[in-house]
């Protein structure tokens, strides 16, 4: 857990896999300024489909602590993508997110959303609901594991097809 009132920096990477075959692997920085009622940071890195996509990600967020221990929060998440193929930028908004420890070195989470998504090349707005849910794994001192399953698209509640589902791992090392 960052100490309140410093900068903090790690590496990640991060992998989206859906159960339609889709796919998004994003490998970067972050930089974060602590405070005991949350954080706001950046993330600069580079994500892949490996068929087609290779973008330049860059990420702002903030988080609030509706406690002091974290255990409810909200956070904003700005994504922007840019490619040769196109660019995006979405918006993620997570009125209220759960994280729970279970030990020094394992705790269980969920992060209902909304997201909206700007499309440059299209000049279209799509907009989704969603939850994700997981657990984070301390495997070294300074290395966790992050598994999680999300449900994109609430707001269809009858289309469980594959493009709705999909499982993601997230391995990040502090700096």
């Known amino acids: 857990m960052p100490v309140p ?35 706001v940071g950046a993330f600069l890195g580079v994500g ?3 068929n087609d996509n290779v ?5 702002f967020k903030g988080t609030y602590k509706y406690d002091k221990k974290g255990l ?5 998440r700005i994504r922007n993508t840019i490619g040769l193929t196109g660019s995006t930028t979405q918006i993620r908004y997570s009125p209220l997110s759960v994280n729970i ?22 000049n279209e707005w799509s907009n989704s609901a969603g939850i994700f849910a997981g657990t984070t794994v301390k495997i070294a001192p300074k290395t966790s594991l992050s598994m999680e ?27």
């Open 5 to 39: 009132g410093i900068i903090k920096g790690n590496t990640s990477l991060n992998t989206y896999q859906n159960f339609d075959g889709s796919n998004l692997t994003i490998a970067g920085f972050e930089e974060k300024a602590v405070t005991n009622k949350g954080s």
């Open 48 to 50: 892949t489909n490996f």
């Open 55 to 59: 973008n330049a990600v860059i990420d």
């Open 72 to 76: 409810l929060n909200q956070n904003l």
């Open 101 to 122: 420890p279970i030990s020094d070195k394992v705790s269980l989470y969920a992060n209902p959303h909304y997201a909206g998504k700007f499309n440059y090349k299209t």
């Open 149 to 175: 399953i999300q449900r994109y698209n609430l707001q269809n509640l009858n289309d469980n097809s594959g493009k709705n589902w999909g499982v993601n791992a997230i391995l990040t090392c502090d700096l």
